[in-house]
């Protein structure tokens, strides 16, 4: 009847929602450091051959004008990508914070249950008891 009214409760989120965001990021972060090194050998390897142009006996300059237009339009690239993967990074740790703040918060709140139940078990006039004895 209730379900009517209020509707259906939503699901609770799973425990291991957290890590496999971590992994997928971390994934993600792989994936862009290997794009990053490619970026990285085609920069040089362009900037090799624009210096063989140079050092012919007859320069291919516009060849070599065109080879250093080509690495620097790679290296904006490249640095977006540099961008994308600190974003991934800021949030990989943000996401691992959440995390442990929710572990410690879930502890802290099993702790204090726990702590509840043996009051309950032991009244305070009953410790107080005991240490009167022990004190006698």
Do not use: W
Not at 77 to 91: A, P
Request: aromatic letters at 4%; hydrophobic letters at 30%.
């Amino acid at each position: 009847m209730f379900r009517r009214l209020f509707g259906d409760s939503k699901p609770r989120e799973n425990r291991d929602d957290a890590r496999r965001t971590i992994e997928q990021l971390k994934q993600s972060e792989d994936l862009l450091n290997k794009k990053i090194e490619k970026f990285d050998e085609e920069i040089l390897d362009i900037q090799n051959k624009a210096r063989q142009f140079l050092n012919k006996p007859n320069p291919d300059r516009p060849g070599a004008i065109r080879l250093i237009k080509r690495r620097k339009q790679l290296e904006v690239q490249r640095d977006k990508l540099y961008q994308m993967k600190e974003n991934l990074e800021l949030v990989n740790e943000r996401v691992q914070t959440s995390h442990f703040n929710r572990q410690v918060t879930e502890s802290l709140n099993i702790g204090q249950q726990h702590l509840k139940r043996s009051q309950k078990a032991m009244p305070t006039k009953k410790i107080e008891e005991i240490l009167d004895n022990i004190t006698e």
